[in-house]
């Protein structure tokens, strides 16, 4: 049983959700299958408006072991999720100092289909590790919101007209260790296509925002006393509003730490980051952080110097399926902190 309740100033929404989950599960050579299907009875109420009804959520998991070293898994969900009620609430609702929310008045559900795949080869005898994950996504019964500055106020009103999403999602992962200095060197990639649609001046329009990611990690220990650890990350995001594309954003994120052991107890540390972008306002942010600590069997001290060198502030343009924000953050103060910790 599922039972839920929320007032919102003199409004009330609930849901009264009683459910029965059967499942069942088969293994046959070298293959596994999982399956669950939710059979539930939603009653969803806001105010006076009630909406009742029966949702079958199947899902499917299927695990095929290839060989010793390889394996690959399918998967598929479909769920159906009542809309919470601060989302339904049609009366004005502050999310913040600035912000407003004006729901539809309706207690409905949103569908969502996920289907994904996963392979992936483990041989540590050659120190070689890769997986690829593909995930589509559709979900249906989005509301769409009307978008407006009212004296200051941002204000989001949902209109009643809702529209599909459809989500593609590819990301893989290879490595490598070598023996020599204890070696790891790893490369990740991810590519995200998202469509969905908004209202501008009252007219529905198709969007895709497109993101791709590939980093590099690696780290290794030349000697006793040292190790190092780091890597480097490049995002880019693309909008394009029916059809016309807008100019990408370019983020860079580069890392490197250094740990120096001088004697039994002792770790000495230096950690660099350093954030660039295609944004011309986003400029070059250095942040390097040092510390020294000592570890007994039960307690650690530790004296660290946080941003001794670099910026305080941290400036962003961020671009998601449906806004494009500034944000400008201060942080990483020049300080000095020291941490005693016990292992009781």
Partial sequence: MDARRQQ????????????AEPALQREFGSHKLDGLLRISYQRRQYDRNVQQGVCFEPTVRWNWKLSPTSSMLVYYRLSANPIQGTKVVDAPVYTSYRSQYVGTGIPDVQLSHTVSGTYSYRNPVYGLFFSINPVFTRSKGNLLYANAIDSGIYVQQASGQTYDANTYLLDGRISKSFSWCRTVIGISGAALLSDYSYLSAGKVVDARTAGYTVSLDYSFKPARWMTVEGGSLLEMTRRSVEGAATASVNDWEH???????PAKRWMISLHNELYHSSERDFGVNWFCDASVSYK?????????????????????VHISSAVQSYTLTYLRPREVVVRFCLDL
């Fill in 255 to 261: 890392r490197m730490q250094l740990n120096f052991l």
């Fill in 296 to 316: 007994a069997d039960r307690w650690e001290l530790s004296l660290a110097g946080r941003n001794l060198v670099g910026t305080s502030q941290y400036e962003r």
């Fill in 8 to 19: 919102i100033n003199d409004h009330l929404w609930s849901l009264l959700m009683p459910y």
